[in-house]
């Protein structure tokens, strides 16, 4: 196959928004945990003297005042929900931390959050029936609500107490509380969840660039963007359908101890090492790149690496040398076994031509060190570049141009084309992320893209996902 020359077919497009979850916890309302003399599922923190509680048909009734049970440890980027119907009372949670707390409930008509000795409420209208749920950030609580479809958006509340809540330290002695008073309880959950939108696509894959297929399904790194913020969400995915599945969450410790929501991972799998190898863009720690080695499998679970970051170039230093220089994004590398080397992209600021995104190549004997510039993409608006070997000759593949719809790069040794595509997606520079995978006896090139609608008022909170597949006959 031909990638310069090949036309890439839309499949399908889609929007993730908050349809995917990993769960984390769920309140079992099968078992009489209000009466049980032999467990204690969710322990009772406070009640009022006049409160009575009763679980039946597996509903969780709370009558005639305020009942506040343990559910499960706080997270700081998880989803909790409540499924209710009102009697006059209100539900919702409260997130402990040492030394400080948060809670947000909801009467169907009103939400109220208290933090830090004050309150705050917000109007809303979602019936007496319906499902409050609050996803975490560092800083800040995101308000949805649910009356028999899609999430909506409602609220959010900040909370400066809690910008430090990926603390370790803190979230690990922490918990969440399930608030009751005069209402009927139909489910109580907690999860990770997908945001609403995901961007920065890339499939894990082996030391050599190739992609790992495991049981018929692909694993994906990919940012979860949430109303503001983002975190590395893991996906498998069914090569060419529509099935994706949440499978993990991946969070980075540069050595301060907090799980920092970085994204725009490229991850391998070194299967002589065995260990895996990460590079990553440590926007929380000066927006520069950071590296680890492990063994351990984050492809599912909610997981944390101890990432190293890039020595810091200077003022003083070249540009293009291999140091980390603030805002540097979408590392990529690979193992080249022909010439016994590493070759790294960095997208990097380019100071000659106005600061806009331009890739930087790199060859080392080291897959973290050591490397020496080998060569520059051309000018233009860089962006989410992957390295993609077709019929034994590596490309590297990005996107380009904040004023043309679907404008991609494809460079191989004898210099760059555009991309062809029979529709375009709908955004600007899109992920390069071309995955050839063999299905039956054929070679499958898909190519998982995605655009820049805003999910959110936040301006990275993109995007829409799409998929096209090469043919070249």
Request: charged share 25%; glycine share 10%.
């Amino acid at each position: 196959m031909n990638l310069k020359t090949t036309e890439f077919k839309r499949k399908f497009s889609m929007s993730m928004y908050k349809n995917l979850s990993l769960s984390m916890a769920e309140m079992s309302l099968a078992k009489d945990f209000v009466n049980d003399t032999r467990g204690d599922l969710y322990p009772l923190l406070d009640k009022s003297e006049t409160c009575r509680e009763s679980i039946t048909d597996q509903i969780y009734r709370v009558a005639d005042g305020a009942v506040r049970r343990f559910f499960c440890q706080y997270f700081p980027y998880a989803t909790y929900e409540a499924s209710v119907g009102f009697r006059g009372g209100y539900v919702g949670f409260a997130f402990v931390l040492p030394g400080m707390e948060a809670s947000v409930t909801s009467d169907g008509v009103e939400l109220t959050f208290r933090c830090g000795g004050r309150e705050e409420t917000f109007p809303i209208r979602m019936g007496l029936e319906q499902t409050l749920i609050v996803s975490c950030r560092p800083g800040a609580f995101d308000i949805y609500g649910r009356c028999g479809g899609d999430p909506v958006f409602l609220h959010t509340f900040s909370a400066p107490e809690f910008a430090g809540a990926n603390d370790e330290t803190l979230f690990s002695d922490g918990y969440t509380a399930l608030l009751a008073a005069d209402c009927q309880i139909y489910a109580v959950l907690s999860y990770i969840d997908n945001g609403v939108s995901i961007a920065d696509i890339r499939p894990i894959r082996y030391e050599d660039g190739s992609v790992m297929v495991d049981s018929g399904k692909i694993y994906l790194t990919a940012s979860i963007r949430m109303q503001a913020e983002m975190f590395q969400g893991i996906f498998s995915w069914v090569p060419g359908t529509a099935e994706f599945a949440l499978t993990g969450a991946l969070f980075y410790n540069s050595g301060d101890g907090k799980w920092c929501g970085d994204v725009a991972a490229s991850l391998l799998w070194h299967r002589e090492w065995k260990r895996w190898l990460l590079w990553v863009c440590a926007f929380s720690h000066g927006h520069v790149l950071g590296h680890a080695s492990f063994e351990g499998d984050v492809r599912h679970g909610v997981n944390v690496v101890d990432i190293t970051l890039m020595k810091k170039g200077t003022d003083a230093d070249n540009r293009w040398d291999f140091l980390g220089f603030g805002a540097d994004e979408d590392p990529d590398f690979f193992y080249d076994a022909e010439q016994n080397r590493w070759m790294m992209a960095i997208c990097r600021a380019d100071p000659d031509n106005g600061g806009k995104y331009r890739y930087a190549f790199f060859s080392s004997e080291d897959p973290f060190d050591g490397y020496t510039l080998i060569g520059r993409g051309k000018p233009g608006e860089e962006t989410g570049g992957s390295f993609v070997r077709v019929d034994g000759k590596m490309h590297f593949v990005c996107g380009n141009d904040f004023k043309q719809t679907s404008n991609y790069r494809i460079y191989d040794a004898d210099g760059m084309t555009e991309a062809k595509f029979n529709f375009p997606d709908g955004g600007f520079r899109g992920w390069g992320t071309v995955i050839p995978v063999k299905q039956g006896t054929r070679t499958r090139y898909y190519w998982l893209t995605f655009d820049r609608h805003r999910g959110s008022d936040y301006n990275w909170s993109y995007g829409n996902l799409y998929c096209f597949e090469g043919y070249d006959f």
